[in-house]
């Protein structure tokens, strides 16, 4: 397909196409990170491994991290339409494999596949963009790609929900193989091609190599820590050495590669480095006031999932507004420094209406709570992604955002890992302690291990009110672990240049 007109830019109607193909690659594997949330209770208690729920979720985002700066080098290198569509292969047959297993092993096995295609589909959709439209008209582009966040966000919850209610939670992976299927096929059609910029020959295979354990070993020690290992054990300690010592040798890696994953001269631009730190608190954030709250509607307040999914519907759907409005007043204005201060700020009035829960708070009132927070997010979330391509030229557009995607998603992997590991550990010992004086667990006849929220809603009213008390204290520890982030943000945010915003795709290209 060559849809190119005289100046190398696509024509109108075109650019409308393979920005359709673009949102619905990245709305599937968006959606694979939310769909799970209220289906993960009755998922991991019927596969019996509620004490590896995290990894259901980890697993996940620890693969796409490491794809993603993988994927935004070989896309720069070579191009990336056949990319595209190989990670797009790779969700289809990790969301086949989640869908048909009959254990968790084989679930976290899947989940891992999926997220190497879904890291590639994320960061490759954004660089795509990139190529094909200039940096002040981008801003509603990227914006409206937030369809590909908040579509997920609204319906992911509510699908989840109901597949688990009326049909069975398998098919919150089933559904991913048509689907994604078709979008191969309208991707294959629609994306052009890209003239290769060089080969593989010089690709940085050490680099590689050393980023992917050091995420690896940084997840494991925040997953672990706590929960299935003290802090101070050997184990624990031995994967944050080996997080730093792989991550020292990355540095390495990167001084002295032909072609490095991660160019150092990113961090010598000072928005790069602000914008990037903004994305990571923002992941780290959603992630650790989130995960976990379709669980905690369920078990502390008695909802179906398909109820737990509806109370997140208002956060997206402000979510996506606030998105559509900044990306308006951006290229409008071609102005977004106090626009991302303000987005903090607002942010931070959510969470910390969130630390104010207690085990007898309406539900309607976090779910206040959570839209104010959501609102705020949603107006700097890929206005940031915009600032970063903005202060690069095009042949370091795919890395550059492939980079600031890598640190979102270290922000998604470890707001995961350490809500995980602060909430399960919490919530196992509230559990132990205060069903103590009803007798234990086991002698009330249950294993809080194996809890779903059918388990929990048939136990008497005083132990349902019991355990609803242990989760929502549990979870308080995370909304003010998201406090102080917003409060760094909001400054980081006031720290940025106003760089001005690329008319054209020639002027990109001449950075």
Not at 62 to 74: D, E, F, R, V, Y
Not at 234 to 243: E, S
Request: glycine share 10%.
């Amino acid at each position: 397909m060559n849809a190119r007109t005289s100046d190398g830019t696509l024509q109108v109607r075109s650019i409308g196409l393979v920005f359709a193909a673009l949102l619905i690659g990245e709305t599937l594997s968006s959606l694979d990170q939310t769909i799970v949330a209220t289906a993960l209770p009755t998922i991991v208690g019927e596969l019996g491994g509620v004490d590896h729920m995290l990894w259901v979720t980890t697993c996940y985002v620890l693969a796409s991290t490491i794809g993603m700066p993988i994927c935004g080098k070989i896309g720069d290198l070579i191009g990336r339409r056949g990319l595209f569509l190989g990670a797009l292969a790779l969700f289809l047959i990790g969301s086949a494999i989640c869908g048909f297993t009959p254990n968790m092993a084989g679930l976290i096995a899947g989940r891992a596949i999926q997220g190497l295609g879904g890291g590639g589909v994320m960061v490759l959709s954004q660089a795509i963009v990139a190529d094909i439209i200039p940096a002040r008209k981008r801003a509603i582009y990227l914006n409206a790609m937030g369809i590909g966040w908040a579509v997920p966000m609204l319906i992911g919850p509510l699908l989840g929900g109901l597949f688990t209610d009326h049909l069975t939670w398998r098919w919150a992976f089933w559904m991913n193989i048509p689907l994604t299927a078709a979008c191969i096929l309208i991707c294959a059609i629609l994306l052009p091609k890209y003239p290769q910029h060089a080969s593989l020959k010089h690709f940085d295979s050490y680099g590689m190599i050393t980023i992917a354990v050091a995420v690896t070993t940084l997840t494991l020690a925040t997953s672990w820590g706590g929960v299935q290992h003290d802090w101070r054990s050997p184990v624990i300690i031995g994967l944050i050495a080996a997080t730093l010592i792989f991550g020292v040798l990355f540095v390495i890696a990167e001084q002295h590669a032909a072609e490095p994953i991660m160019p150092l001269t990113l961090f010598r631009n000072r928005n790069f480095v602000l914008a990037t730190v903004g994305g990571f608190i923002i992941l780290f954030a959603m992630m650790a006031a989130m995960s976990y709250l379709p669980t905690y509607f369920q078990l502390a307040h008695g909802m179906s999932a398909t109820l737990a999914g509806y109370m997140e519907v208002p956060s997206s759907i402000l979510y996506f507004v606030a998105s559509l409005i900044s990306g308006a007043l951006v290229a409008k204005y071609g102005r977004y420094r106090k626009l991302m201060v303000a987005s903090f700020i607002i942010a931070l009035a959510g969470a910390l209406g969130l630390c104010t829960l207690t085990a007898t708070a309406s539900p309607f009132l976090v779910c206040l709570y959570l839209t104010v927070m959501g609102f705020g997010m949603g107006l700097s979330f890929e206005i940031l992604v915009l600032i970063v391509q903005n202060e690069f030229p095009a042949t370091m557009v795919g890395t550059a955002t492939s980079a600031t995607n890598f640190f979102r998603e270290i922000g998604t992997t470890l707001g995961s890992s350490v809500a995980g590991a602060i909430f399960t550990g919490n919530l196992t010992h509230l559990l132990v302690e205060r069903l103590k004086p009803l007798g234990g667990a086991h002698a009330l006849g249950v294993d809080p291990n194996s809890f779903t929220p059918g388990i929990v809603h048939a136990l008497p009213s005083h132990v349902q009110s019991t355990v609803a008390a242990a989760y929502n204290d549990a979870l308080i520890p995370l909304f003010m672990l998201v406090v102080p982030l917003m409060i760094v943000a909001g400054i980081l945010m006031a720290m940025l240049h106003e760089t001005p915003l690329a008319e054209s795709l020639q002027e990109q290209g001449s950075k």
